[in-house]
């Protein structure tokens, strides 16, 4: 009896020992598998460019790609321009980020042509939002801005909204029923642009759940394939990256304006309004 518990005792020790080693086995491929699955995502983040560059280059180096990334190529003397302004107005800006990127649109909406906005070339819709979504500018109702000077206002007006939430994703769908409602006679010959001001701490990465790829991935490609110019304005240094990454378009060192706080602000606009100067 004593021998056959034993055996039985060894049997199962042995039984045990080989699942946990194949246990282990396969959790630690799993491990190996995850590693390799980031290691791709970042391989293909930069393959398109240097992903760290794009956020280390001087103000004169951004102003130079946003006057002709932005300017030149998508808004000055152009027949029907529309563009749409996303605020992230949620905790992980920080009132500090909120007022640099606040800061940095209006700066870059006073660079805009006065008579392109008169003339209505240029029309701007406006959209805050943390947890909910706050429209302040739209296109084809009487709210619509009339001139320059009624977007600048507009953009000092909106209040930072401070929730915890972030639902960036949902925003993105918003932007893209904003886009819809412009009353363009011929939508294809208008640039469609997004000026997308946020640190990229989104949090309902998980809106479409079957999705390979986290949300805010998967609707912005949607809005790109649609010909839409996504730019994001990175204010201070608490980023994901990665979401900054998915959210522009190409190639990423055009599309992705950093402005770390309102030094390097006042810099790069300085930079760029020299630049227009001599267009």
Known sequence: MWL????????????I???????????????????????????SRNSNSDFNNVYSRTSSEIAQSVEDSLFRKLILGKPSVDIVILLDGSSTMGHSGFRTAK??????????????????????????YSLSI?????????????????????????????????????ALLWVNSIFETSNR?????????????????????DLYPTAKENSVAFVSKQL?????????IVPGTNVNRGIINDIASEPKEDFIIPVVNSHSLEEIASDLKSLLRHL
Do not use: C
């Not at 302040?136 to 939430?165: C, H, M, N, Q």
């Open 4 to 15: 056959r518990v034993t055996g039985a005792m060894l049997l199962a020790s042995i039984n």
């Open 103 to 128: 800061k940095f649109l209006a700066r870059l909406i006073n660079l805009m042509p006065e008579e392109q906005f008169e003339d209505g070339s240029i029309k701007v819709a406006m959209l805050t």
């Open 185 to 205: 006679t011929s939508s294809n010959d208008t640039n469609k642009i997004l000026l997308y001001a946020t640190n990229g701490q989104i949090t309902d990465t």
């Open 224 to 232: 790109q394939n649609k010909g839409y110019k996504m730019f994001t």
């Open 17 to 43: 020992i080989f699942t946990y080693a194949a246990d282990r086995f396969t959790l630690r491929q799993r491990i190996q598998d995850l590693a390799e699955f980031k290691r791709s995502i970042v391989m």
């Open 134 to 170: 706050d429209i302040s500018l739209v296109f084809g109702f009487s709210w619509e801005p009339s001139g320059r000077g009624d977007v600048k206002k507009a953009i000092k007006r909106t209040e930072f909204l401070d929730d915890y939430e972030n639902h960036g994703a949902t």
